[in-house]
């Protein structure tokens, strides 16, 4: 498949401007007349062009331009003198406007009527006050905090991202633990690279200088449509990048390249697989970067644990000229030997690496293809050729600094991750590029910074541990075993895992089941809509039943909302104030240079109808509840910066007993980034963002980090440990994890990633996997994108959506033809669904294929948000369905298909 593209061909349908004007006078007069009938005040705003931030996605914010006349916004575009995204606008960046003049959004502050709850009952809602709604809730919170402060959840999702406050800093003032975002299972995506890179995302491509780019189940460079992503992705490619994707689906990225099917859930497979061939049959990896850049030469005692100096207890290595063991820090070391044996103070030991080694003699392409269906021979190109293309050896220089350079980046995704083997497979993916040195340098695989209270900032990220290895960071710090729970999410059994609403759920339902000592009885639901996006919905339902009283920060009158007995109207992104930080490329007179941008989200216009942004609202339920000022307030906890995606820093931390405005905590943001230099008001109508340039450590953090000074680990004693550790616990407290036998959960705790069968028996009749994935209109849930006309206009377009997918041949075979209903059942309760079959050469032979997560089964939602289908019905969300140490759910889930 060709290859010859350009940025304009590769965002060509995404980022075109849209207009109010170009849907004609009848749509123009829809929105003008939604204000005039509905806005809380006539506009004040002038007519003027606006440069603010879009928040329709939780990824960085892309800059954009929007024109206002006579109060309405009527045009929105990318702005060109952004660095994030350089004028580019994705699809829903450009629907904006449609969002924010959507009549089915929630206009005013609701009260339930009919005190009984469930998804086809009426609430009965009646129109109240603010300070009714307001007044109402505190009291609950103030009540239920009197009681016990742990029967408050705290329930939110990605839409949270648009806000300065997300919660955490609430929940800590409040005294209740119960603080989850419910987007964690099927985003759990952050385990290997906090273990073993200190950051919070990748390894990702170097856009700059990978040429060989291998994605395993990752479609969020192009696919999910984010404007900067695909603009980096298109450079890339256009700049001799070669592609191959590993994947059920053949996306966008895989339309650029070569695309390599997969059988689903088998990804753990062919990494292990291609780390076979490159160290037992080419026999050609980066053996200084093993040797001085990890802790593959560490000796490992009979126990799986490192072998320690008994003086000062530091790990030991083996040096081979000196035929002596030395403490891994030692500066007379020779060389590191990488195999043998040896005796150390009367302990048989041998390094990290042979262990390693001898771990995956047995993962043969041969034994992969018949796991994977991938042919042996292909496994072996594959990895011939990236092999090939690291240059092992080789050097770049940049900017007058000299790195190494290893062109290459092995890039695992959501789709991969999602599995119950995710965090394994994670950490095993990253030592790939480890294999050939590809990590941190020029070319290789970068780690990726987070939300600022989520990351550590570059180059600490490397920053090594007392054992001179990379310090697990971010979602790899483990939890201290607390006991009995303290929390309804069970992270005293899964001490690593990302978010788990799902258990939080169950156990609403079941506290004793997680040895709960507490019944939860309030809960605040906003910006996340755990009916649609948790596999089990009827689950959640159930138990937001049980909850004595629920609150809703709404878009809409979605699932969860339908549950509140009090409804507060959410302002969306025109109407806000906020700012952020965000990383972005500039050209300079030495070249390309990392650079960090402030960005603000004007509030462009008046709000449309009586609501507020949340972060209002959280400060004034703060006041109201007692917890916003002084010493452990909501004001004192934003101003550590542990808590909040933004800082507040120096001159601008919030006085402990001063209320403030969304606007002025804005400002504040900014001028704690540049030191006061900017102004929110003065940015309104600028396009050019102040920025500062980063060193090239920024770019890649190894610099920061010279050889020896920090390894990163290929052997994965931490993960042992904190095994051990937690066994240990649980047979003390005489303790089961619910569902867990103790044998299954510590195959997961292994210093040296293995292969992991699934344990659950499935019945021969359901022989296909359902598969899901991002499409480019609907990746988030942010800004109601389920409800906007014009995505659903452009969405049509998409052969793919709101259908069945089937392998051709596939379907022939079972006597299927295109355009068939057809139902999809799972082997789990029995759960289905029906829909209209789409054969095509997309697909793997085995897979059925649903877009996205569609079928929202409110009546109170704009009625195009009902179509499509609902894949997280026919998915099970059982112990043995979870990964216990990234948190994920496993997203290769067994299903039957037949003719309705």
């Not at 969020?220 to 980096?232: E, K």
């Not at 220089?397 to 695992?412: A, D």
């Not at 090594?464 to 999410?489: C, Q, T």
Request: aromatic share 10%.
């Amino acid at each position: 498949m060709s290859r010859n593209i350009s940025r304009r061909s590769m965002i060509k349908g995404s980022v075109a401007t849209v207009t109010l004007a170009a849907f004609g006078a009848n749509f123009f007069d829809g929105p003008k007349h939604i204000v005039k009938a509905s806005a809380v005040n006539p506009s004040t705003i002038p007519d003027e062009t606006v440069y603010s931030m879009c928040r329709q996605c939780v990824l960085p914010a892309c800059g954009i331009k929007l024109d206002v006349k006579d109060g309405v916004a009527v045009n929105i575009e990318g702005n060109p003198e952004a660095p994030s995204n350089n004028g580019a606008l994705c699809s829903r960046g450009n629907a904006t406007l449609a969002s924010v003049y959507n009549p089915y959004r929630v206009k005013k502050p609701l009260k339930r009527t009919n005190p009984k709850k469930g998804i086809d009952e009426d609430p009965g809602w009646e129109e109240i006050s603010w300070e009714e709604a307001l007044g109402t809730i505190a009291e609950e919170l103030k009540r239920v905090r009197a009681d016990d402060p742990r029967k408050f959840v705290w329930n939110n999702g990605f839409a949270r991202s648009g806000s300065m406050l997300e919660g955490m800093e609430f929940c800590e003032a409040f005294g209740t633990p119960n603080y989850v975002e419910v987007d964690g299972p099927t985003c759990s995506v952050h385990f290997g690279c906090s273990l073993l890179m200190g950051n919070f995302t990748g390894p990702s491509y170097d856009a700059g200088y990978t040429k060989y780019f291998i994605a395993v189940g990752e479609g969020s460079n192009a696919t999910c449509g984010y404007a900067p992503n695909t603009q980096g992705f298109a450079d890339a490619v256009a700049n001799g990048m070669k592609v191959v994707c590993i994947d059920p689906k053949c996306n966008v990225e895989a339309s650029k390249g070569e695309w390599i099917p997969i059988r689903p859930g088998t990804d753990l497979a062919f990494v292990l697989a291609m780390q076979h061939v490159i160290v037992h049959e080419l026999k050609r990896f980066d053996v200084e970067f093993i040797k001085r850049r990890t802790n593959a030469p560490y000796l490992v005692g009979p126990d799986g644990h490192y072998v320690r100096d008994k003086d000062t207890d530091k790990p030991l290595v083996w040096d081979e000229i000196a035929n002596a063991a030395k403490t891994f820090d030692d500066k007379t070391v020779a060389d590191y030997a990488l195999n043998g044996k040896f005796d150390v103070n009367g302990v048989e030991c041998q390094p990290g690496f042979q262990i390693y080694v001898s771990s995956i003699v047995d993962y043969t392409p041969e034994w992969a293809e018949e796991k994977t269906t991938i042919k042996a021979d292909t496994i072996r190109r594959i990895a011939r050729e990236f092999v090939e293309n690291a240059q092992i050896g080789s050097t770049i220089t940049i900017n007058g600094t000299v790195f190494p350079y290893r062109p290459v980046c092995f890039e695992v995704g959501r789709g991969a991750v999602t599995q119950f083997y995710g965090g394994n497979f994670h950490c095993s993916s990253i030592i790939v590029n480890m294999l050939v040195g590809a990590l941190d340098v020029p070319g290789g695989g970068i780690g990726a910074l987070g939300p600022n209270h989520k990351c550590t900032p570059v180059p600490l990220a490397l920053k090594p541990d007392k054992d001179g290895i990379v310090a697990p960071k971010v979602e790899a710090v483990p939890r201290e075993f607390e006991w009995p729970p303290n929390r309804l999410d069970a992270k005293t059994f899964f001490p690593y895992s990302h978010d788990n609403p799902h258990i939080v759920f169950d156990a609403i339902l079941d506290p004793e089941k997680y040895y709960l000592d507490y019944t939860p009885e309030v809960m605040l639901v906003w910006g996340g809509n755990a009916v649609v996006r948790l596999y089990q919905p009827e689950k959640v339902l159930e138990a937001m039943q049980k909850l004595k009283f629920i609150f809703a920060i709404s878009y809409s009158l979605d699932e969860p909302t339908q549950m509140a007995d009090i409804v507060l109207p959410e302002a969306v992104g025109l109407e806000r104030w906020s700012a952020a930080t965000r990383p972005g490329m500039v050209n300079t007179p030495n070249g390309t240079m990392k650079a960090i941008f402030s960005m603000a989200a004007q509030q462009v216009i008046d709000r449309v109808y009586d609501s507020r942004q949340p972060d209002e609202i959280f400060v004034d339920l703060a006041e109201r509840v007692g917890i916003l000022y002084g010493k452990g307030g909501v004001n004192d906890l934003l101003n550590t910066g542990r808590f909040a995606p933004v800082p507040f820093t120096g001159a601008f931390q919030l006085d402990l007993n001063t209320k403030y405005t969304a606007k002025e905590l804005a400002n504040r943001v900014l001028k704690s980034a540049r030191g006061g230099e900017v102004d929110i008001d003065k940015m309104r109508h600028e396009a050019k963002l102040p920025a500062q340039l980063l060193p090239e450590k920024a770019n890649y953090p190894s610099l920061a980090w010279p050889v020896g000074t920090t390894r990163y680990a290929l052997y994965l004693e931490n993960l042992l440990f904190k095994g051990e550790d937690l066994k240990t616990n649980l047979e003390r407290v005489k303790a089961q994890v619910p569902g867990w036998e103790m044998d299954n959960l510590m195959e997961h705790y292994q210093p040296v990633v293995r292969w992991m069968e699934k344990k659950r028996q499935i019945p021969s009749e359901y022989d296909m996997y359902a598969i899901n994935w991002k499409t480019a209109q609907y990746s988030f849930g942010n800004g109601g994108s389920a409800e906007n006309p014009w995505l659903d206009e452009v969405a049509q377009l998409d052969p793919h959506l709101h259908v069945i997918c089937m392998n051709r041949s596939t379907g022939e075979e079972r006597g299927f033809k295109d355009g068939d209903t057809v139902w999809v059942e799972s082997f789990e309760g029995g759960s289905k669904f029906e829909g209209r079959l789409k054969l095509s050469e997309a697909f793997h032979h085995e897979v059925v294929g649903i877009a996205g997560l569609f079928g929202h089964t409110s009546k109170q939602m704009n009625p195009i948000a009902r179509k499509g289908l609902h894949f997280n019905k026919v998915m099970a969300n059982g112990p043995g369905d979870i990964d216990p140490i990234g948190g994920g759910f496993d997203g290769s889930h067994k299903v039957k298909v037949y003719k309705a």
